[in-house]
């Protein structure tokens, strides 16, 4: 397998298409950027599907090509680990719309040979998971293991089985849920409407000019930044601490570390991300509703799945928090799946998924062995 180009890191295909999205348009050609891990086995019976949250990427367990940091999972992928690379072939890919070497806003528009910007089509979940279907076809994987998720990812990997019930023996849905609430949408809206506020943004024609929209993508980052914190986390962390300073500076500059943390949660969040694909990526999530897309019902979205899944909530989560887990999980039964489901305790918020963690490791390390 060292041998064949399509295995490895940094790799990228464009496939002919065409995509036929789920509002009603076709993409040709899909670009498609992604990283494998390990080896394929004879049966192709190990490959595992990682899906990647809002603003990550491919770069699961590698460094980071433009921030020179390290994969954003390194905890969970890797030789020995839970997700491990010495037993399973690991596919990690950008999703669909997003800016690292998938086709979406940024990317080239073969038709006019300058950036589709606001001229790419709108996506869903489903478009993504449509697309990583093509990208596991161009591989040779017939059948995934499992697909593995957490956040926007978690609904990606929901949407799996959902979408090809014969192609996925198994789903971890971690920290996710099968719908954005009036709430979710509501954060989502205010960080679009920053992006867009910025003289910039230039109704997302930006890219010629060289001077993207940072000062309103950054406002996008800190705003939704405080959603996968909690409460008790930021107060351990930061609590009114003072920045740098023994007394308030009766000005507006950073005077306490959590506004400094989050000023500097935007800026690098600019170096690094495309402002029109964080409209499209939060659209495609504002958009998602596994029910909505069987008839209402969400249970029927697993009807004809033969997967097992595994869902993990944790209890400070109050973007996602557990009742939304248990809604799933209740679907699941509902629709006669075999499912797991657990909630860990973490004073981390949303983001404890990303973070260090030795009950999920032991959680996702279980389940995957349990997979016949």
Same mark, same amino acid.
């Given at each position: 397998?060292?041998d064949?180009?399509?295995?490895?890191?940094?790799?990228?295909?464009t496939?002919?298409?065409?995509?036929?999205?789920?509002?009603?348009?076709?993409?040709s050609?899909?670009?498609i950027?992604?990283?494998?891990y390990?080896?394929?086995?004879?049966?192709?019976?190990?490959?595992?599907?990682?899906?990647?949250?809002?603003?990550?990427?491919?770069?699961?367990?590698?460094?980071?090509?433009?921030?020179?940091?390290?994969?954003?999972?390194?905890?969970?992928?890797?030789?020995?680990?839970?997700?491990?690379?010495?037993?399973?072939f690991?596919?990690?890919?950008?999703?669909?719309?997003?800016?690292?070497?998938?086709?979406?806003?940024?990317?080239i528009?073969?038709?006019?040979?300058?950036?589709?910007a606001?001229?790419?089509?709108?996506?869903?979940?489903?478009?993504m998971?449509?697309?990583?279907?093509?990208?596991?076809?161009?591989?040779?994987?017939r059948?995934?293991?499992?697909?593995?998720?957490?956040s926007?990812?978690?609904?990606?990997?929901?949407?799996?089985?959902?979408?090809f019930?014969?192609r996925?023996?198994?789903?971890?849905?971690i920290?996710?849920?099968?719908r954005?609430?009036?709430?979710?949408?509501?954060?989502?809206?205010?960080?679009?409407?920053?992006?867009?506020?910025?003289p910039?943004?230039?109704?997302g $024609? *930006?890219?010629?000019?060289? @001077?993207?929209?940072?000062?309103g +993508? =950054?406002? %996008?980052?800190? #705003? /939704?930044?405080?959603?996968?914190?909690?409460?008790?986390?930021?107060?351990?962390?930061?609590?009114?601490?003072?920045?740098?300073?023994?007394?308030?500076s009766?000005?507006?500059?950073?005077d306490?570390?959590v506004?400094?943390?989050?000023?500097h949660?935007?800026?690098?969040f600019v170096?690094?991300?495309?402002?029109n694909?964080?409209?499209?990526?939060?659209?495609a999530? $504002? *958009?998602?509703?596994?029910? @909505?897309?069987?008839?209402?019902? +969400? =249970?029927? %979205?697993?009807? #004809? /799945?033969?997967?097992r899944?595994?869902?993990?909530?944790?209890?400070?989560?109050?973007?996602?928090?557990t009742?939304?887990?248990?809604?799933i999980?209740?679907?699941l039964?509902?629709?006669?799946a075999?499912?797991?489901?657990?909630?860990?305790?973490?004073?981390?918020?949303?983001?404890?998924?990303?973070?260090?963690?030795?009950?999920?490791?032991?959680?996702?390390?279980?389940?995957l062995?349990?997979?016949?």
């Amino acid at each position: 397998m060292s041998d064949d180009q399509r295995f490895g890191l940094s790799r990228s295909i464009t496939l002919p298409g065409p995509l036929q999205l789920d509002g009603g348009i076709a993409l040709s050609p899909v670009d498609i950027a992604y990283e494998t891990y390990g080896a394929l086995n004879a049966d192709g019976s190990n490959a595992i599907l990682i899906c990647h949250a809002l603003t990550m990427d491919q770069h699961v367990a590698s460094v980071h090509p433009r921030t020179g940091k390290p994969g954003w999972w390194l905890q969970m992928v890797g030789p020995g680990k839970p997700i491990d690379t010495d037993r399973y072939f690991v596919i990690c890919a950008n999703v669909l719309g997003s800016c690292l070497g998938s086709s979406g806003p940024a990317s080239i528009n073969p038709a006019t040979g300058a950036p589709w910007a606001m001229s790419f089509p709108v996506i869903t979940i489903r478009d993504m998971v449509r697309a990583q279907a093509m990208l596991l076809d161009y591989l040779g994987v017939r059948c995934l293991r499992a697909v593995v998720g957490g956040s926007m990812g978690g609904m990606q990997a929901l949407s799996w089985p959902a979408t090809f019930p014969g192609r996925v023996r198994a789903a971890v849905v971690i920290a996710s849920t099968a719908r954005h609430t009036a709430q979710n949408i509501a954060f989502h809206e205010v960080g679009r409407q920053a992006v867009m506020a910025d003289p910039r943004w230039q109704g997302g $024609d *930006y890219y010629a000019s060289g @001077e993207p929209p940072i000062a309103g +993508l =950054a406002v %996008a980052r800190m #705003a /939704a930044h405080i959603t996968y914190l909690s409460e008790a986390g930021l107060t351990e962390k930061f609590g009114r601490r003072l920045q740098a300073r023994e007394a308030k500076s009766f000005g507006f500059d950073a005077d306490f570390q959590v506004e400094s943390y989050l000023r500097h949660q935007g800026i690098s969040f600019v170096d690094r991300f495309d402002a029109n694909s964080y409209l499209y990526i939060t659209r495609a999530m $504002d *958009y998602f509703d596994l029910a @909505e897309e069987h008839g209402g019902m +969400l =249970a029927s %979205a697993f009807r #004809a /799945a033969s997967a097992r899944f595994c869902v993990v909530s944790f209890d400070t989560d109050w973007l996602y928090p557990t009742a939304e887990s248990r809604s799933i999980v209740h679907a699941l039964n509902a629709s006669g799946a075999a499912a797991s489901f657990v909630e860990l305790s973490s004073p981390y918020g949303h983001d404890a998924f990303l973070l260090e963690s030795p009950e999920l490791n032991r959680v996702v390390d279980g389940f995957l062995r349990s997979v016949a």
